[in-house]
């Protein structure tokens, strides 16, 4: 996980975007004294940028970096166990200075290994921007808004509450009358290339991915809190124990009392995932009148729903990082094939992916920003020598 960290700060570098903020996180995620640790991190990180160039050799690495912590120690005081970021300013700046010069020796590399086809196929004017806050409200009688063009403030009375749009967030603000709540159902749904945030009427939080809906109530019953989603969402939950919260999608039902957690259900996948990441929750599948039994997750657990033959299991020791880097603006590959990551590419940039016939569903680690033209993400993701893509407009062909 830190290794990731250090890999996107390090990219943001090189691109010539990292804020002030960022630089004083990485000096403190290279400022460890287990060296060990941090040279076969950044050796790793070095030896995954590409399997066709590795720009500094291991043993240079770890020599020029056991250099650099001698020398550290030579002059640095030792204080007790009080430490300082500045403490590590000078071997930790000599650290990323390495890592930079081989991420451009790499980068030149690749560039020097791609067809001409593959380095020039997406001219600036024709790039493709990320994603960003859209999505539509359906009100209860049917009113559509679009929240992307709407402005901020009071949008709508439905039932006792108020929908309030802020910035990339809708809230709804229950009302003070004492008198029973008329139930009103909306749906927020949001387009391929569109994401939005939403506070439903408990206060729960809700964050809901590119080409995905939520169908709620402005104003919960007295007896339970039920919502039903497509697509992805993901979940805090304000804690209620004599009011369940329940997330219908498909066949399957996840209920919880107050908890985080994730659930993938979008129809083009083959599998529907529910990622627990605080509390517990029960799993159970609906299969016309019939219920299965619930499945109970723990916290870095998984349930893998097969909906074709509605079977569910247990995975544990999940990346909870990587399941939810959606929501932190980030893609985040671990070993994810080719295939799926195009699904997701796909989804937040709005494009359609074909694939040349000779394309192997290759396995693929990268970690790269959600908030940075198409063309960029391709480039990066060609970088891991793999895969590479012609882009035409809003059409992409993966090459092998």
């Not at 957690?261 to 990441?277: G, P, Q, S």
């Amino acid at each position: 996980m830190q290794n990731d960290t250090i890999r996107y700060l390090i990219a943001q570098y090189v691109n010539g975007e990292l804020t002030p903020a960022q630089q004083e996180e990485l000096l403190q995620l290279l400022g460890t004294e287990n060296e060990t640790e941090l040279i076969n991190t950044l050796r790793s990180m070095m030896e995954a940028e590409s399997e066709h160039a590795i720009a500094i050799a291991p043993e240079t690495l770890q020599h020029s970096l056991q250099q650099v912590l001698s020398a550290d120690k030579a002059t640095t005081p030792e204080r007790g166990r009080v430490k300082t970021i500045y403490r590590y300013w000078g071997w930790a700046a000599a650290a990323v200075c390495i890592i930079i010069a081989g991420a451009i020796a790499v980068f030149v590399s690749n560039k020097k290994n791609a067809t001409p086809e593959t380095v020039q196929n997406v001219p600036d004017k024709s790039d493709v921007q990320p994603g960003g806050n859209k999505a539509i409200l359906t009100l209860a009688n049917g009113q559509h808004i679009v929240l992307d063009s709407a402005a901020n403030g009071t949008l709508a009375q439905q039932g006792s509450a108020q929908v309030v749009k802020e910035a990339g967030e809708l809230k709804y603000e229950a009302g003070s009358s004492g008198e029973k709540p008329e139930i009103a159902y909306n749906i927020l749904s949001t387009p391929k290339g569109g994401q939005y945030r939403l506070v439903l009427p408990d206060g729960s939080k809700v964050w809901l991915n590119a080409a995905s809906s939520i169908r709620y109530p402005a104003t919960f019953a007295s007896n339970e809190r039920s919502v039903h989603i497509t697509g992805e969402a993901y979940f805090e939950v304000t804690k209620n124990k004599s009011k369940p919260f329940r997330v219908h999608f498909g066949n399957g039902v996840v209920e919880v009392l107050g908890t985080h957690f994730n659930v993938n259900a979008y129809n083009d996948e083959d599998i529907i995932k529910t990622t627990l990441l605080e509390g517990s929750v029960k799993v159970r599948s609906d299969i016309g009148n019939q219920q299965s039994d619930s499945l109970i997750l723990q916290p870095g657990q998984q349930d893998i729903f097969y909906p074709y033959v509605h079977v569910s299991r247990i995975k544990k020791d999940i990346d909870t990082e990587e399941t939810v880097a959606w929501i932190n603006d980030l893609f985040i590959f671990r070993d994810q094939d080719l295939e799926s990551i195009m699904r997701q590419i796909s989804r937040w940039y709005d494009v359609q992916v074909t694939y040349d016939k000779n394309v192997k569903n290759e396995k693929i680690v990268a970690t790269i920003s959600r908030n940075v033209p198409l063309s960029k993400v391709l480039h990066l993701l060609e970088l891991t020598g793999t895969v590479h893509f012609k882009m035409d407009g809003k059409k992409i062909v993966v090459l092998p």
